[in-house]
């Protein structure tokens, strides 16, 4: 099952939320910088090769999933979610890194403008789908963060690619980053609290350290019991497929 937290590119929608941003942003508009009529344009054009590559590398794990499943019996992946980073996020996180609000920009140094999230039942499952997607000969690991071999001090876990994928336009093909976190279900449910508190800014401080501890505690709970049941589900139905090392 795959989520879409929103709906297809709305070319229409997305020139007139950039317009609005923008009008905020700066009132520059020189050639090259997002405000120039021909580089909105481009950048309309840009953000529909991030959809396509975020539908490339969705159906490539769909695939693998329904593999395992009419193979082993199993479906590793619980759902996915996916979803193109909002005009408002790309300009809010250039601005943070302070960098031009330039097509160019975005390129070469926003790689999660297109992002899956997978959600799988076993951590066994979240090494194997990685694992097979990665060895696929037609997309490269760009770069791999693995905060469940090594969390966060927050607690925070879950396994991070940067995959580079061929889209293949009527001018050939443009490789374009797609960032895929695999986790498991333990992992989101804990993902998604965490998120919550960091963005609920009304707490007193104190009370904001006391819920960040005990979600600290609750990883570390929650590591336990996913070991735990990892083990049974292990001695269920054998050795994983292709499991961590
Ligand atoms: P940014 O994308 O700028 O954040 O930097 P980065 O690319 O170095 O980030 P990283 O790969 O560490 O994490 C990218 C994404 O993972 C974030 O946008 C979140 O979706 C998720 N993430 C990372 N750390 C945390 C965390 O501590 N808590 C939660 N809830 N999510 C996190
Ligand atoms: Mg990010």
């Known amino acids: 099952m795959i989520l879409?937290?929103?709906?297809?590119?709305?070319?229409?929608?997305?020139?007139t939320r950039l317009k609005v941003l923008l009008a905020q942003f700066s009132t520059d508009s020189q050639p090259g910088h997002l405000?120039?009529?021909e580089t909105?344009?481009?950048?309309?054009?840009?953000m529909q090769v991030y959809e396509g590559a975020m539908y490339e590398i969705s159906t490539k794990l769909e695939i693998l999933d329904s593999e395992f499943q009419v193979r082993f019996s199993h479906d590793p992946i619980h759902h996915m979610e996916r979803r193109l980073k909002s005009v408002d996020s790309i300009l809010g996180k250039l601005e943070r890194k302070n960098l031009p609000v330039t097509i160019e920009a975005i390129r070469d140094n926003l790689f999660d403008v297109a992002g899956i999230r997978v959600i799988c039942n076993y951590r066994d499952d979240v090494y194997s789908v990685a694992?097979?997607?990665?060895?696929?000969?037609?997309?490269?690991?760009?770069?791999?963060?693995?905060?469940?071999?090594s969390p966060k001090q927050n607690g925070y876990r879950s396994l991070h690619v940067i995959y580079a994928v061929p889209v293949f336009l009527s001018n050939?093909?443009?490789?374009?980053?797609?960032?895929?976190?695999?986790?498991?279900?333990?992992m989101d449910y804990?993902?998604?609290?965490?998120?919550?508190?960091?963005?609920?800014?009304?707490?007193?401080?104190?009370?904001?350290?006391?819920?960040?501890?005990?979600l600290l505690d609750c990883a570390r709970s929650l590591q336990n019991v996913e070991t735990q049941m990892q083990t049974i589900h292990r001695d269920i139905n054998g050795a994983p497929q292709s499991g961590e090392a």
Request: proline share 2%; hydrophobic share 35%; glycine share 2%.
């Open 4 to 15: 879409d937290r929103q709906s297809r590119i709305n070319t229409n929608d997305l020139r």
């Open 35 to 37: 405000g120039d009529m």
């Open 40 to 46: 909105m344009t481009e950048f309309i054009n840009q």
């Open 131 to 149: 694992n097979y997607l990665s060895a696929q000969s037609d997309i490269q690991a760009l770069r791999v963060k693995d905060y469940i071999k």
């Open 172 to 186: 050939g093909a443009h490789y374009t980053p797609v960032e895929v976190q695999f986790r498991t279900i333990a």
């Open 190 to 214: 804990w993902a998604s609290l965490e998120h919550a508190l960091r963005y609920k800014t009304d707490l007193p401080d104190n009370k904001h350290a006391e819920h960040a501890q005990t």
